[in-house]
């Protein structure tokens, strides 16, 4: 029998909506650190861990033992470090050239921080667009984390059977997407998608994530029932899908990827009781949901296969599939059975975007009047181009209402923009093109972000409601 593998690409954010800046640390301490300490006890443990440049700077400043720990796991080839975005971006929402600025970014700070420069990306939400490969390509990544769930709604006959359709007006589909797995179980085909990796035409290599596996597993380590049942999933049930999973991979391939989510819910509860029932509930220390994730590792030990980091998957694959279909998925769509364009809708993107595109333009514009481009501009202007970036982040603009982000979450985007519109003003003093007011007018820009701060401060935000509980 061939030897299955298996990766766990746990996913870390520290910019995450609700998580306010003070207990970002804390997250750092309760949840990565404890998932080193897991991977570092046992030879055999291997995964692959991604985290933004921006949540690799935090660690560094609020508690930079985590950091330590992930730099040594790295050295040793028990971490695969995956890069994304410097800031956690919807990159479908924006630009491509902010999206590839930040791709850079992300690697450096990666080199910064790490000492590697990762070969895996991770897109943030697995939103999509038909630029992205280029983009990643381009930045130099070798292998990028796809969504399953969205490609095999790119298949009509997939979308029909299982009746599930796109609304940027709902949240997700999360918790229907086992209806998928239901339709392909036993066809071939479509399983060996999500077992071997698929080659673009221009060269970018995909492993494919879904939730058919992940979601459950989460409400394993939440110890959380679905709503419709009396117990938590069991220990069990997640052998007997992993044990229906080493049959298809047998049949169909070399690998699975059954656990790619937020790191964050390992060692705490991060946006679950947010996410899933509309409840005030924050971050709250959840130290057992660690050794929940140890049994994820040592179920998958027992049952015959070989944990792996995303490059081992790929490099020890019998089968690369050729193949373009992930241009068939629809543009703005996200991981989950969700849309990206749903963030795209808040009131917070309706508000925040058009500022943020406004500078932008201005940034463009002034880059081109001194003869450079977003690659070659001076040091000032790529400062402004990191400030508007971070503005863009896209937890300042979700969840949608009932629920919302955190206002400090809304507070750090504005900051941004007052800051970027700040940088961009003393280059135009700097370089003498003051006088020249129809190329950017940062006084009139000034007055517009002081206008969207009034209007988002007057509003209400989830997190007053009640009184999280606090580590």
Known sequence: MKKRKILFLPHGNLQYSQLDPEKRGWVAQQSYEPLFDLVASDDRYRIGFEASGKTLEIMAEQYPKSLDK??????????????????????????????????????????????????????PECSWAEYLPSIYREAGFKNLIGDADSLFLSFDEIREATGLSYDVRSHSNKNKLFRIEDYIKDKPDFLRLLTNPTELSNGLRLIFRSDMMANPMLWYLMGATEGNRETPVQLDEIRESLERWSQRVEETGSFIMPYAEDAEYIGTSAYFYVKQFNEARFFEPMPESVDRFKELLDVSLDLGYELGTPAEVIESSQEIIKSDQVYKVDNGIAWHGGTAKAWANTVYSRIMDPVCRDIHDGL???????GTDFGTMRDDLQEARRLLTNAWVSDSRWPPLPTTPGRFNVKESIADLKEANTVLENVIVTVGLVELKSLYSPELIRTQIASIEEELMAMEYFEESVVSVKA
């Open 70 to 123: 992930l730099k040594a796991l790295v050295k040793e080839g028990r971490i695969e470090g995956v890069a994304s975005p410097h800031t956690h971006i919807m990159l479908s929402n924006i630009d491509p050239e902010i999206g590839f600025h930040s791709l850079l970014d992300g690697l450096d700070s990666w080199e910064r921080y790490v000492g590697v420069r990762p070969e895996t990306g991770w897109n």
């Open 364 to 370: 463009r514009r002034v880059s081109q009047r001194l």
